[in-house]
């Protein structure tokens, strides 16, 4: 199949809604495909003090920081990896695949 000449956007942010009785607030990703979005959550959660909007990742004064950032580039990486393959297999991917 030929594939389309999509764009893919993978964005984190905090979902404020959701924060527990602690204060940590789970990390959301937000897939965007052509306009077309879908989002769920990362399984990790941070302080809004501890997280850097303008890099989307848990400051190096959280404890946890290197965990949660790099679990954070490892679904980032996987769903790059994952939108390639939709692609080269359907042609065209959506953001629930």
């Known amino acids: 199949m030929i594939s389309k000449n999509q764009t893919l ?4 942010n905090l979902k404020s809604k959701k924060a527990t009785k602690d204060g940590k607030i789970p990390i959301y990703v937000r897939v ?8 769920f959550s990362t399984g ?5 003090d501890s ?12 404890p946890d920081h290197r965990q949660i950032n790099k679990k954070l580039l490892k679904i980032e990486v996987d769903l790059q990896r994952h939108f390639d393959l939709i692609q080269a297999k ?3 991917a959506t953001p629930e695949q």
């Open 9 to 12: 956007s993978i964005l984190f």
């Open 32 to 39: 965007t495909i052509d306009g077309y979005r879908d989002e």
């Open 44 to 48: 990790c959660k941070a302080f809004r």
């Open 51 to 62: 997280w850097d909007n303008e890099s989307k990742q848990v400051l190096a004064a959280a």
């Open 90 to 92: 359907k042609g065209i």
